[in-house]
């Protein structure tokens, strides 16, 4: 069979990172000898959808299979609408949106079937029982479909229990130098995958996929799996994007004596929670390669942030940074504005407590009470009225910082145009209050603060950086590429 995958395109943002469950989705139609192809229309926003659809066209799919988050939706609906009427080929579709959704998203008359939460057994058994002629679904868990323009239920299928077991992702498929995911130091870098799940309940965060259990991939494997990307690909960076990497020490610390009895020349970032980390395990870590750890902070609010059910304290946050910075690890902060409980005072708290801490970098997003979410259970709670609708699309739960930026749904206590001004101002203040850091830690804090507030006059500051360019300042020079640069990442 063709296989056809789709990566709908979202709205002006680039997909930075190809998508994984498309990769291990293929991985597994290839294993049987599926012919596929992934099309990720995210990869080029300006292109138009026409040409994106003519090129699926061209291939002549047997089958077109779309994943989606609820934010892409409505692109998927336009995309599969597209392609019926110009092909009538069977489509299929499956991720967070339809697993939120499925029976809405079922509906839709272009699209023919739905496969709820974690795709690769059942889109397996699938495409063989399509290959064999079948044309009764009922005992096939996890699969969702229609019968006389009914929706049949099909359930969910039993989580993957040997992670192992899976092939790696088809990584071969993706135009994997087109996407904008690069280490500080400008090199390539890929994701990958170590673990599934998470037994954690945080009110904005969508479970519905990978569950509550939390499932991990043999030390081993993980380590085959990059060793396989470096003398396939060339890529020695990484980025595990498991929700909780650190959470199992013991397994980390079977990874990292991988990573560093093999001597293995890479770097890599993962995603962590402050609570999750102790001035050991980092220090390791740092040895085996880890050169970013991405933390969720949320607030620095107490009250907001316990209202979030993410059970950490702000003593955590200012001990985890601390630590990481001193293992020579740099960190990058999460941050959101417009929690349930958030106020001008709460959300001046959460700015303040972030340029306070010693993170290299901080990106503060809108709360988006998603489809799915405890937020939006709240939200249905309060405005029982509330439905899904296509303009997730403009929802900005992170901002790309070039354009305005609109709170969508709003659900803290200020409204909008406070909200998005905030926002707006956030990571700003954060820089600003970084740089200051940084003359400090190059002059001395009386110099460095004196320094710093001259160089906030326009004229001054351009004869500054006109002399730091031209190699004066050379402290300044090392500490600034430590705080924003490539040294990040040595
Ligand atoms: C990496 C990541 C990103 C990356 C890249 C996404 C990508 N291209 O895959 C970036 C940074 C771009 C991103 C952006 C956003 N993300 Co994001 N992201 C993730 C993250 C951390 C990992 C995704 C992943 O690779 N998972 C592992 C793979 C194996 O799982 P999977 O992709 O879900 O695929 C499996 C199943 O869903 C299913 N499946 C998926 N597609 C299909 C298709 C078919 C045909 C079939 C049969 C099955 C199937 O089978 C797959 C294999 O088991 C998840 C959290 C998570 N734990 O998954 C959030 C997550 C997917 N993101 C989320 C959100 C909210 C966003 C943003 C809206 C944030 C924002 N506004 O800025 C944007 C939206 C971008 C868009 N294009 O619409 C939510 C989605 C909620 C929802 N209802 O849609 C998640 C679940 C986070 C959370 N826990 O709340 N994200
Ligand atoms: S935000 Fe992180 S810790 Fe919280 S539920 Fe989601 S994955 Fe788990």
Request: glycine share 8%.
């Amino acid at each position: 069979m063709k296989i056809a995958f789709i990566g709908p395109k979202w709205n002006e943002m680039v997909n930075a990172y190809p998508s994984l469950g498309l990769a291990y989705l293929a991985a597994v139609a290839e294993e049987d000898g599926h012919e596929c192809r992934i099309f990720d229309f995210g990869l080029r926003p300006q292109r138009s959808l026409e040409d994106e659809v003519q090129d699926v066209v061209d291939f002549h799919p047997d089958l077109v299979a779309f994943t989606s988050m609820t934010t892409s939706y409505a692109s998927v609906e336009q995309t599969a609408r597209m392609l019926k009427e110009q092909t009538g080929v069977t489509t299929i579709i499956g991720g967070p949106h339809a697993t939120t959704l499925p029976h809405e998203t079922l509906e839709n008359p272009h699209i023919d079937y739905l496969i709820y939460g974690e795709g690769e057994e059942v889109f397996q058994d699938f495409i063989r029982a399509q290959v064999a002629g079948r044309d009764n679904w009922g005992d096939m868990t996890g699969l969702w479909y229609k019968e006389e323009g009914r929706v049949i239920d099909g359930g969910e299928r039993e989580l993957i229990k040997d992670l192992d077991a899976l092939p790696y992702p088809a990584r071969h498929l993706f135009e994997l130098n087109q996407y904008p995911l690069y280490a500080p130091n400008g090199e390539p870098m890929l994701t990958v995958l170590s673990s599934r799940g998470c037994p954690y309940n945080c009110s904005f965060c969508f479970k519905g996929i990978v569950g509550r259990t939390y499932r991990q991939r043999s030390p081993q494997s993980i380590a085959d799996e990059l060793q396989h990307v470096l003398d396939n690909y060339g890529v020695r960076n990484f980025y595990f994007i498991d929700d909780l990497f650190t959470i199992d020490v013991r397994r980390l610390d079977q990874i990292l004596d991988h990573f560093i009895e093999r001597d293995m020349d890479i770097r890599w970032r993962c995603l962590a929670r402050v609570d999750r980390v102790t001035p050991d395990l980092l220090d390791k870590m740092y040895r085996a390669g880890c050169r970013q750890i991405h933390y969720g902070i949320e607030s620095g609010n107490e009250e907001v942030l316990k209202r979030t059910a993410k059970h950490i304290r702000l003593d955590q946050v200012r001990d985890a940074v601390r630590w990481t910075e001193e293992s020579g690890i740099h960190s990058k902060g999460y941050f959101i504005l417009g929690l349930p409980g958030d106020t001008t005072e709460t959300m001046e708290e959460t700015i303040e407590f972030a340029a306070s801490l010693d993170l290299s970098e901080a990106m503060f997003s809108i709360a988006t009470p998603m489809p799915g979410t405890q937020l939006w259970t709240e939200l249905l709670r309060k405005r029982p009225e509330t439905r899904y609708n296509a303009d997730f699309t403009k929802s900005y739960y992170y901002n790309s910082y070039t354009s305005e930026i609109a709170p969508f749904m709003n659900v803290s206590e200020v409204g909008d145009d406070v909200l998005s001004q905030m926002a707006m101002q956030a990571r700003q203040r954060f820089l600003e209050a970084k740089k200051q850091r940084m003359y400090r830690q190059s002059f001395g804090d009386t110099t460095g603060d004196l320094l710093w507030n001259v160089s906030q006059v326009g004229p001054i500051r351009r004869v500054g950086s006109a002399l730091a360019r031209a190699g004066l300042f050379g402290t300044f020079r090392r500490t600034k590429s430590q705080y924003f640069g490539a040294a990040q990442w040595s």
